[in-house]
């Protein structure tokens, strides 16, 4: 592998840090490969130690490589969680006291689409999911706290059902900020019941591969949580600006 020595009035680190991420993208690099030592890069590319170090480091922070000292520097494993943490904790950070609404309204606009091409790509073993997923739900229809995860759960297979593989990495962060803020909005009156008959409903449609009424029926359980919502910041004096 041959790396092109860096101008000097360009920011080194980051010229570094991109061709060493181009070469992973490449597959010149994989998981589980040590990379040169610090020395023979800095030699490779004409620049300091110093230099590459930091391009290392900014590597790491993005979870393309783990620095081991005294043993060097790997590859990392790409994963799912690699891309959401990192997204979780800044959409965590950037969410206010009305957080939970911003949450409704991105999912009003995503989820109905994800119903819809759900009900169009998805097989039996997604359907035996939600399935026993809604049985579950059922059987702690008098404990909602604990019908959270469950909740989430079908609307996380719902994404996987999508065979979008890019839609259950944008959804996961938001459903993680979701298991957060939903129990105080998850106890408003029949916010349960209504949450078992829109999965009862939107299980038919995967069952009879129909999209159209799956996205409908998703729009009327996120119109439905997002008054849930509302209802709780009116009660608590909540604030909202729009």
Do not use: W
């Not at 900020?177 to 008959?197: C, G, M, N, R, V």
């Amino acid at each position: 592998m041959e790396f092109n020595k860096i101008a000097r009035e360009e920011s080194l680190s980051q010229k570094i840090e991109m061709q060493i991420r181009n070469a992973i993208r490449q597959n010149l690099f994989c998981p589980g490969d040590k990379l040169p030592g610090e020395l023979e890069l800095a030699q490779k590319f004409g620049v300091s130690r110093t230099a590459v170090r930091e391009a290392l480091r900014i590597l790491s922070g993005r979870g393309l490589v783990n620095i081991q000292r005294g043993s060097g520097v790997y590859i990392s494993e790409i994963d799912v969680a690699s891309v959401v943490d990192p997204f979780y904790q800044l959409l965590e950070m950037k969410c206010g006291q009305v957080s939970q609404l911003h949450l409704i309204r991105v999912r009003k606009f995503i989820e109905p689409e994800i119903a819809r091409l759900a009900a169009t790509h998805c097989n039996d073993s997604d359907i035996d999911f939600l399935t026993i997923n809604y049985a579950q739900m059922s059987d702690r229809a008098e404990k909602p706290e604990e019908m959270i995860d469950i909740d989430i759960q079908f609307h996380f297979r719902l994404a996987e059902a999508t065979q979008n593989p890019i839609i259950p990495v944008i959804m996961q962060p938001i459903f993680q900020l979701l298991h957060k803020f939903i129990q105080a909005t998850y106890k408003q009156s029949h916010a349960p019941d209504l949450a078992l008959e829109n999965h009862r409903k939107l299980m038919g449609c995967m069952r009879a591969h129909d999209p159209e009424a799956a996205s409908q029926i998703m729009k009327t359980h996120m119109a439905q949580a997002e008054e849930h919502v509302l209802q709780y910041y009116k009660k608590h004096d909540i604030q909202i600006t729009s």
